[in-house]
């Protein structure tokens, strides 16, 4: 997948219009139009504004690659990314619901012979 393809599928996939990603970032919608098509590519300081936009990193723009700390391989998922950082705007009782939520999935998927990814040694 190229620049503009991660471009486009992060807009899809937030529900969002080239109009209103232009206007947020500070471009115009033809110019939104030539990055998503790979046609041209931001400069920094409109690839950081992608990035925070969307929640991701500005390597993950560029390349497609998330940057990896040993341990969190699972967050190479651009939509964990999305929900954990999405996550860090909640309150601290809906924080411990989502962690419940995630604990009980994970029973859940162990109930079933399945492992989750990540975490088999538990």
Known sequence: MNFGDRLKKLREKTGWT??????????KNNT???YES??????YETTKKLADLYKVSTDYILTGNVPSNPGNDFLKDPDLQ??????SDFSEEARKQA????KYLKEKEKEKGRT???NDNN
């Not at 790979?38 to 400069?43: E, Y």
């Not at 999305?82 to 996550?87: N, R």
């Open 82 to 87: 999305i929900a954990f950082k999405d996550a």
């Open 32 to 34: 939104l139009s030539s």
């Open 38 to 43: 790979a046609k041209r590519q931001p400069d």
């Open 116 to 118: 989750p990814k990540g």
């Open 99 to 102: 962690i419940d939520f995630i």
């Open 18 to 27: 080239q109009t209103f990603v232009a206007e947020k970032i500070g471009v």
